[in-house]
């Protein structure tokens, strides 16, 4: 059974920081595409970041460049998401998903999400 675990999501003050964790069960995660989604209420679903299989390259969306940091440890099977310097518009439902193509907007599974709530 193809699982994703999303972890570590919270309420923090703007300027802060928190890390969130996917962890995967039923697969090598380091075999796919994974990305991280994002949903605030009222809004559609947002692709954040993505890192390939192919060569761990790196995408953001450029509301969290130079802020969000994508990262894998196949050791663990889990790929992590840096938050730092948080906005209150980045308070969403964070997703991970497998994805075909990084940012295609296809996912071919995902997690139940993590609550990200970023007041101030």
């Known amino acids: 059974q193809v699982d994703l675990v999303e972890s570590g999501g919270g309420s923090v003050q703007a300027g802060g920081s928190l890390t969130l964790s996917c962890a995967a069960s039923?697969?090598?995660?380091?075999?796919?595409?994974i990305g991280w989604l994002r949903q605030a209420p009222g809004k559609e679903r947002e692709g954040v970041s993505c890192?390939?299989?192919?060569?761990?390259?790196?995408y953001y969306v450029d509301s969290v460049k130079g802020r969000f940091t994508i990262s894998r440890d196949n050791s663990k099977n889990t790929v992590f998401l840096q938050m730092n310097s948080l906005k209150p518009e980045d308070t969403a439902v964070y997703y991970c998903?497998?994805?075909?193509?990084?940012?295609?907007?296809?996912?071919?599974?995902w997690g139940q999400g993590t609550q990200v709530t970023v007041s101030g």
């Open positions: 039923g697969f090598t995660l380091g075999n796919y595409n």
């Open positions: 998903a497998v994805e075909p193509d990084c940012f295609s907007g296809s996912v071919l599974s």
């Open positions: 890192i390939s299989s192919s060569d761990d390259s790196t």
